[in-house]
Nanobody
């Protein structure tokens, strides 16, 4: 199983980026997919997730209304649309999949089995 995250880059504050997570070796809509991020000197934190069975989406409070997670079954990808970016959003963003996450655990890194390599997002002020 491989996850490939892409779409990161340098953007000015207020701008937008769209990250993509492509899965090979598994059908992505059968798994809960999460996005996490790790800023400089910080721990990896939950950003957003799409639950495998319902397709329901969940967000960290600090991204609600700005970020949107979505899935393209035909392309076997999950995207994270990020709008109204601020310098505080600067981080390496990771996608991950889980076949065992529950509604209570999907915000936890420990619930995820496979991780992509990360893509760097830098937001300048």
């Amino acid at each position: 199983v491989q996850l490939q995250a892409s779409g990161g880059g340098l953007v000015q504050a207020g701008g937008s980026l769209r990250l993509s997570c492509a899965a090979s070796g598994r059908t992505i809509n059968r798994y809960t997919v999460g996005w996490f991020r790790q800023g400089p000197g910080k721990e990896r934190e939950f950003v957003a997730a799409m639950f495998r069975s319902s397709g329901n989406t969940y967000y960290a409070d600090f991204v609600k209304g700005r970020f949107t997670i979505s899935r393209d079954n035909a392309k076997n990808t999950v995207a994270l649309q990020m709008n109204s970016l601020t310098p505080e959003d600067t981080a390496v963003y990771y996608c991950a999949t889980s076949g065992r996450a529950t509604l209570s655990s999907l915000r936890s890194r420990d619930a995820y089995d496979y991780w992509g390599q990360g893509t760097l997002v830098t937001v300048s002020s």
